[in-house]
């Protein structure tokens, strides 16, 4: 089941910004900066205990599926494709995360949070190639053209001025009078997310 409680405690519970609500974390509203303990009543008065390396793994884990806002079986699958493909395991699965559709919109600049992306395409508003998309998990190709519907290219055009600033990865390419994303190349790993680190990952899933 996913989780779709306040968003917050997920920051809190692995002790840094996941950056799950979009402008909201930069801002003095930010409940990570306001109480950077973790979540519960005893929270204030706990110290962090100490981490052993399986905790590690399992708290890396937990990092990447919040950051993507994914379940542990599309997140178990994901690592398990990785794991099959010839080349760098953990390049392979930094590159099904990042060119999940959801994820591209979001680093396109076009929604301030992944969930507001997913949203987007779940609605029906996003256009692959012309073609209508509702699945966030759909992976973009290199040459991918991704497009709005009219309802979309409304809310994305009162976001100009955010979206102007957004800082857009080398393998993405967005084309503001048009309100076009095209996808240029794979992603290399340092346009890629870096808030966790995925060889605990693949440890904790070779155990």
């Keep these: 089941m996913r989780n779709t409680g306040p968003k917050c405690r997920n920051c809190r519970r692995e002790g840094t910004k996941l950056f799950l609500k979009g402008a909201k974390c930069f801002t003095s509203k930010c409940a ?15 110290t962090r205990p100490r981490v052993t390396a399986f905790g590690t793994q399992l708290r890396e ?24 493909s010839q080349g760098n395991t953990g390049e392979h699965l930094r590159q099904l995360l990042e060119t999940r559709l959801d994820n591209v919109i979001y ?16 609605h029906g508003h996003v256009l692959v190639n012309g073609h209508k998309l509702d699945i966030a998990s759909y992976h973009v190709e290199v040459d991918n053209v991704i497009t709005f519907d009219k309802e979309a290219q409304g809310l994305i055009a009162k976001r100009s001025e955010a979206i102007a600033k957004a800082n857009r990865p080398a393998w993405l390419d967005y084309d503001a009078k048009a309100l076009t994303g095209r996808v240029l190349s794979k992603p290399v790993s340092k346009d890629m997310e870096t808030s966790f680190d995925v060889t605990p990952i693949i440890e904790y899933y070779s155990r």
């Design 107 to 122: 680093r396109l600049g076009l929604a301030e949070s992944r969930a507001a992306a997913r949203q987007l395409v779940s």
């Design 32 to 46: 990570f900066d306001r109480r950077p303990f973790a979540p519960g009543v005893h929270g204030p008065s706990q």
């Design 61 to 84: 884990k937990q990092k990447a599926k919040r950051i993507y806002g994914l379940l542990e079986r599309q997140f178990s699958n994901y690592v398990m494709e990785a794991s099959s």
